[in-house]
């Protein structure tokens, strides 16, 4: 989980997962915060040619599973999954922050 701003906030890792999948969730989790969307939009418009988005700053994940948190109509932070199954990681990472919503 990331603030506004991408600066991390917090981080679970299950036990098992790949040590690599960390760095992937914040990354995901920053790239969301600061894009202020979810990853998986990055994603579908890079599969659709618009490669771009690989040269972008500060977006250096763009695959599904990052989730911007917004409140009030303002993004004001993001949560990232990785280490789950394709198309798994961007409906965990919503899941997590209805949670803390409740």
Do not use: W
């Not at 098992?16 to 994603?43: D, N």
């Not at 500060?58 to 199954?85: C, F, P, Q, R, Y």
């Not at 798994?88 to 922050?97: L, Y």
């Amino acid at each position: 989980m990331c603030d506004d701003s991408g600066h991390q906030m917090g981080l679970i890792r299950r036990d098992g997962c790949q040590p690599v999948s960390s760095y992937f969730a914040q990354a995901k989790a920053r790239s969301a915060a600061l894009g202020k969307r979810e990853t998986q939009v990055y994603e579908e418009m890079m599969n659709r040619g618009r490669h771009a988005f690989l040269s972008a700053p500060h977006l250096s994940m763009v695959l599904e599973g990052g989730a911007n948190i917004v409140v009030d109509g303002h993004t004001i932070g993001a949560v990232g999954v990785s280490g789950v199954k394709n198309m798994e990681g961007t409906n965990t990472a919503k899941a997590g922050i209805a949670a803390i919503f409740q």
